[in-house]
């Protein structure tokens, strides 16, 4: 592989994290958060956390709702309405397992 400079690295990252927030946003707002927390352990909202703590720890003030509205490209309420959809009984249930997993580290099993 060719050896990539810091700025290249960066420039990538950032690109792919554009395409994966487009591919999000634009191509699947079908895919529920809590479908995605089932099966990745990362959402959305996730996401849009993360940006806020990158820019939170960078000395820029951003709170969690203009962090969401940031990556939502719009107010998170708004994009809600428009896209996420009442989680069902067993989507719930296998999040219950999942973030027990999380936070234990151990299998529900």
């Not at 946003?25 to 990158?54: H, T």
């Amino acid at each position: 592989m060719t050896k990539i400079d810091a700025q290249t690295q960066l420039e990538l990252e950032a690109a792919a994290f554009r395409t994966l927030r487009a591919h999000l946003m634009d191509k699947r707002p079908d895919v529920q958060n809590i479908d995605m927390m089932n099966l990745a352990g990362f959402c959305r909202n996730c996401l849009s956390r993360w940006y806020q703590e990158a820019a939170n720890e960078r000395g820029i003030e951003m709170s969690k709702d203009q962090g969401r509205e940031a990556f939502y490209g719009m107010p998170f309420e708004t994009w809600r309405a428009q896209n996420q959809t009442e989680a069902s009984p067993q989507a719930q249930a296998a999040f219950g397992v999942s973030f027990a997993q999380n936070v234990t580290g151990k299998s529900q099993d």
